[in-house]
């Protein structure tokens, strides 16, 4: 059956360092991956998309990474900050409907 | 001015009750979801309609009927609700050709 597995674990880093989330699929072959950040009580706010003949994508402090070979994504925050507190959660789409498919989202503490 | 509003925020209310929840989005998107987002923070999609028409029923109980009168509106009306309903209810909107949802701030519904 088809997974998405994020750490479920919280993450927790020192403000200045760089956090790493990892997303793991299986029995996917998505077209894009996006990834989302979800503060507690409100919805989740898109923050980046990478396509399946891309490897990498920048957006200011946050990079991802996409290897279909390996099925894993991986988001990066440099220089993390307390308000990067937040769960992120990855999702893919296979393009060919409007179905977008959340993992469970990893939890990233921020501390000064 | 909000993209994606949902109302009502909290809606609390008996079993066996009926009970709508209303979605409307100004970003001129062609494509409107239903997400819930159990207890467990997972977000399952539920219904995705393109321009008015259905596209993605995930196996909802028949309960849960939306309705889209036009294309910046989405509601979600369930029947005779149940304990297992509780949940956080997104509606999102995104351009058909793909690229990042619009979430809105979420329905709390809760049954007693």
């Known amino acids: 059956s088809q997974k998405i597995e994020q750490n479920s674990e919280a993450l927790n880093i020192q403000e200045g360092k760089t956090a790493t989330l990892t997303c793991n699929y299986t029995?996917?072959?998505?077209?894009?991956l996006q990834w989302y950040r979800q503060d507690p009580g409100r919805g989740p706010v898109f923050l980046l998309l990478?396509?399946?003949?891309?490897k990498e994508k920048r957006k200011e402090r946050l990079k991802v990474t996409f290897d279909t070979t390996l099925k894993q994504s991986l988001f990066h925050i440099t220089a993390s900050q307390p308000a990067d507190s937040a769960t992120y959660l990855c999702?893919?789409?296979?393009?060919?409907?409007?179905?977008?498919?959340f993992g469970t989202g990893t939890r990233l503490q921020v501390t000064l | 001015d909000t993209a994606v509003s949902q109302t009502p925020k909290y809606l609390v209310t008996q079993m066996g009750n009926d009970k709508s929840i209303k979605c409307e989005q100004n970003l001129g998107h062609d494509t409107m979801y239903w997400y819930k987002q159990d207890s467990k923070k997972f977000l399952k999609i539920m219904f995705s309609?393109?321009?008015?028409?259905?596209?993605i029923n995930e196996t909802v109980p028949n309960r849960f009927s939306p309705k889209s009168p036009d294309k910046a509106h989405l509601n979600l009306h369930i029947n005779s609700l149940e304990l297992g309903d509780s949940a956080v209810y997104f509606c999102?909107?995104?351009?058909?050709?793909?690229?990042?949802?619009?979430f809105g701030s979420g329905t709390r519904l809760t049954v007693v």
């Open positions: 029995n996917y072959s998505p077209a894009y």
């Open positions: 990478i396509r399946e003949n891309e």
């Open positions: 999702a893919l789409d296979s393009g060919t409907a409007s179905k977008l498919t």
């Open positions: 999102a909107s995104s351009q058909a050709d793909g690229g990042g949802y619009t």
């Open positions: 309609y393109n321009n008015k028409e259905l596209i």
